[in-house]
């Protein structure tokens, strides 16, 4: 049997864009022989996954997964929302929240990861899946908490268990049990996937994007002619408001609508009489910032013909 090298898989990946074991084997199963190789990949369709490189994946899923104070949330793109009722595909979504509260948030680590029960990595699993089902895919973002003492998970827009269109982790230190504070953590978990905070206290905000905000909200305040000490406290005023829009800690209560965030909590600890502080949150919203293809059938098929 043919030594298969590395620079021989290489150059089988670069032509193919199949996954390292997949070419391995085919380099072993053809005697090294590069083209035949191709052919052996395309037959089992493969290869067919690097066709499908350049074509948007903005659909898909978001998955979680909670562990003893820990969470993940990890977003899994696909084409069409139509993939994301897809048994196999689901599973690998959840598999990967799994994998990601192990092995923590890093997407190149997790790629190099070993997908469960196949024999290959996280990259060679997504490209197998890419020519099984036949849609290009991507593993876009993840996140991970960890030590806090309750995490309390929401999926938004679910369609199975754990797996949705927005995901929210919420973080909260307390000695309180757990059963006292699911209610409030789901709560604000679902206010987080309303609102999409910025930050959780006005100390996190980034302070170039404060500092951008504040000069907007100055120059604002100057067209009005008032004077200097006037446009001063209008500034203020403006840039509390923006605050109460952008932190977490700060925004009215969704759900009554006229409570502030700080406030509910306090409510809830001190019906409890025990400390309850919200320490973090992470939200992911299936496909945000990602530019769809709008091109209408009849352009699609123009392009085709070359007209």
């Given at each position: 049997m043919t030594?298969?090298?590395?620079?021989?898989?290489?150059?089988?990946?670069?032509?193919?864009?199949?996954?390292?074991?997949?070419?391995?084997?085919?380099?072993?199963?053809?005697?090294?022989?590069?083209?035949?190789?191709?052919?052996?990949?395309?037959?089992?369709?493969?290869?067919?996954?690097?066709?499908?490189?350049?074509?948007?994946?903005?659909?898909?899923?978001?998955?979680?997964?909670?562990?003893?104070?820990?969470?993940?949330?990890?977003?899994?793109?696909?084409?069409?929302d139509f993939v994301s009722r897809n048994e196999v595909f689901q599973e690998f979504a959840s598999t990967l929240a799994g994998l990601v509260l192990e092995h923590g948030d890093d997407i190149d680590a997790l790629k190099n990861v070993a997908y469960p029960g196949t024999g290959r990595n996280v990259e060679e699993q997504l490209t197998h899946n890419i020519a099984t089902i036949g849609e290009n895919m991507a593993i876009r973002r993840a996140a991970r908490v960890d030590g806090a003492d309750i995490v309390v998970p929401y999926m938004h827009n679910s369609i199975a268990g754990g797996l949705g269109k927005i995901g929210v982790l919420i973080s909260l230190k307390s000695d309180a049990q757990v059963g006292e504070l699911e209610m409030l953590g789901k709560q604000l978990a679902m206010h987080v996937a309303a609102t999409s905070p910025q930050a959780l206290s006005v100390a996190e905000l980034d302070p170039i994007s404060v500092e951008r905000e504040k000069n907007v909200l100055t120059e604002q305040a100057k067209a009005s002619g008032r004077p200097e000490e006037i446009i001063g406290k209008m500034v203020d005023g403006r840039l509390k408001k923006f605050y109460q829009e952008v932190v977490l800690l700060e925004q009215t209560f969704v759900i009554d609508n006229e409570t502030r965030i700080s406030a509910v909590i306090e409510k809830r600890a001190k019906e409890l009489g025990k400390q309850v502080e919200l320490t973090g949150f992470h939200r992911i919203s299936l496909g945000e910032g990602i530019q769809k293809n709008e091109a209408d059938f009849a352009s699609e098929v123009a392009a085709t013909l070359g007209t």
């Open positions: 030594n298969v090298s590395a620079q021989m898989v290489k150059t089988l990946r670069e032509k193919t864009g199949a996954g390292m074991m997949d070419c391995k084997k085919a380099l072993g199963e053809t005697n090294g022989n590069i083209e035949e190789a191709v052919d052996w990949l395309r037959k089992k369709g493969l290869s067919a996954a690097a066709k499908k490189a350049d074509r948007v994946a903005a659909e898909g899923l978001v998955a979680f997964a909670v562990k003893e104070g820990s969470g993940a949330l990890i977003e899994v793109n696909a084409e069409t």
